[in-house]
């Protein structure tokens, strides 16, 4: 059972490439979430969504855009990277208990470190 | 901003000591999670507290909860290197959003 699978683990691009990171999963959960860790700031949400063909805003989500088109895959893209844009990325996925309002534990990647020269 | 923050942000213990670490946060919740985080690895899950429990246990894990405080704990019992990880508490917030808030971590160093 592979979880939560975050290709590439990392990326070296300069000012202005594009990229797309992706994460699949296999738990056939509804929510999937893209975060950025950065030293001293813990995990923040760039984009999240609730089932396939939904996205929704995050804490941070300037600079970059998501899509899920199959329940199992969640796409990052950054258009135009900038050095701000270093980072690590975590995707995770969860199961919602919907009766209970609740969200159960996220499963995370093991994440992409992007660095932007 | 952040939901959560813990206290402190790096503890470092002797191997067979007892580690606690405390998490703050500001509305109401659904439940507070906690999460470990090894060097250079993804954040795993640890323990779930739900809202109308105070204490929850896990092998050498124990958490407590206080919603009048709005803050929570984590006791680590007879550490290991092996433990020697960044922990984060994690909010779900009482909305229909489904998202979880982290804190900034607490970095935990068992010396052998």
């Known amino acids: 059972n592979a979880g939560v699978t975050q290709t590439p683990k990392f990326r070296v691009l300069k000012t202005g490439q594009s990229m797309t990171l992706l994460c699949a999963q296999d738990m056939n959960h509804e929510y999937m979430y893209w975060y950025r860790q950065d030293p001293g700031m813990g995990l923040r949400l760039i984009h999240y969504?609730?089932?396939?063909?939904?996205?929704a805003k995050g804490e941070v989500p300037d600079g970059y855009n998501v899509s899920r088109l199959k329940k199992q895959n969640f796409l990052l893209g950054l258009e135009s990277a900038a050095p701000s844009q270093t980072s690590v990325y975590f995707c995770?996925?969860?199961?919602?208990?919907?009766?209970?309002?609740?969200?159960?534990?996220?499963?995370f990647g093991s994440g992409t470190r992007l660095t932007v020269v | 901003s952040q939901q959560g923050e813990e206290d402190p942000q790096a503890l470092s213990i002797q191997e067979g000591e007892n580690a606690t670490m405390n998490c703050s946060y500001k509305?109401?919740?659904?439940?507070l999670q906690w999460y470990r985080q090894n060097s250079g690895r993804g954040l795993v899950h640890l323990i779930l507290i739900r809202s109308n429990e105070r204490e929850k246990h896990s092998g050498r894990l124990r958490v407590t909860l206080d919603t009048s405080k709005k803050s929570s704990s984590l006791l680590i019992t007879a550490s290991r290197a092996a433990d020697t990880a960044s922990y984060f508490c994690?909010?779900?917030?009482?909305?229909?959003?489904?998202?979880?808030?982290f804190g900034a971590g607490t970095t935990v160093t068992v010396r052998a």
């Open positions: 995770a996925s969860s199961y919602v208990v919907r009766t209970a309002s609740r969200i159960d534990g996220y499963t």
């Open positions: 994690a909010t779900d917030v009482r909305s229909n959003d489904y998202k979880l808030s």
């Open positions: 509305t109401s919740i659904n439940n």
């Open positions: 969504s609730v089932g396939e063909g939904t996205t």
